[in-house]
């Protein structure tokens, strides 16, 4: 299969997602109006203060998000004052999200884009780039995404990663039992379960500086479970998910942030 074949059944697969029970309960007028009321909780606790430390104001600020997916991070940085351009692969995506931004009056820019290519995008343009979970399991070409990111970021502007912990992916993930290998972390083919060197690496050699790395717990129950599944859980049966000692497969790290900089 061809890397055109590749990405039109990518972006066929998004463009069907977008509909799905799942990326609509992302887009109810209740989950929408919490996210008015508290912008920051469209981020891991974590990842937003490490955003507010090294973009302390974020007014008038110019964000990038490739990748955009369910738009929430674009909602909540728009609504703390950037002006931000949400890229995506799925056209749906992206008119999902622009009905909602428009309804909000949100300074959001929509482009349909390649997260490994930005074509669209213009060169030194951005003071942040911000991918969110589940970017790099759909990145075939790590080194050419983060030259591209690299690429449309202003000097001295600010790469920042939050995706599943690799340490996470060799195993089954199933809450509630003890840790079960299912694969070798090095087998990064044909899953795309990048390993932590291949993320560090891949922005270095595009010309970026590490900054910080951090390594965080499950911040909520939905880190577990799929959306259908955790529907049907009550709270009895979530209580301590987090916790190691009930739930060994917490005793890993599950989720990873970087932030790196352009020189």
């Not at 195993?171 to 840790?179: E, I, N, R």
Request: hydrophobic residues 40%; contains cysteine; aromatic residues 10%.
């Amino acid at each position: 299969m061809s890397g055109n074949e590749i990405i039109d059944r990518i972006k066929a697969y998004w463009n069907e997602t977008s509909d799905s029970e799942w990326y609509r309960s992302l887009r109810t007028d209740e989950m929408i109006e919490r996210l008015k009321e508290k912008p920051e909780s469209a981020f891991h606790p974590a990842v937003n203060e490490l955003i507010r430390k090294y973009l302390p104001d974020l007014k008038d600020r110019r964000v990038l998000l490739p990748s955009s997916g369910d738009n929430h991070a674009a909602f909540a940085l728009a609504m703390m004052g950037a002006h931000v351009t949400s890229a995506d692969i799925s056209e749906r995506q992206l008119e999902n999200a622009a009905a909602i931004a428009e309804r909000l009056c949100l300074d959001i820019e929509f482009i349909c884009d390649d997260t490994m290519q930005l074509s669209h995008i213009r060169d030194q343009a951005y003071d942040m780039v911000y991918t969110s979970n589940g970017t790099l399991s759909w990145i075939s070409d790590i080194d050419g995404m983060y030259r591209n990111i690299c690429r449309v970021l202003k000097p001295g502007g600010y790469s920042v990663m939050y995706d599943m912990h690799p340490f996470n992916r060799p195993f089954s993930g199933d809450a509630w039992k003890a840790p079960l290998i299912v694969k070798s972390y090095h087998d990064v083919f044909p899953e795309l379960h990048w390993r932590l060197q291949d993320i560090v690496n891949a922005q270095v050699t595009a010309g970026l500086s590490i900054c910080e790395l951090a390594e965080l717990p499950a911040a909520n129950a939905s880190f577990w479970f799929p959306f259908a599944e955790l529907q049907k859980k009550s709270p009895e049966e979530l209580e301590g998910i987090n916790d190691w000692k009930k739930n060994p497969m917490a005793a890993l790290p599950a989720w990873v942030t970087l932030v790196s900089r352009k020189a």
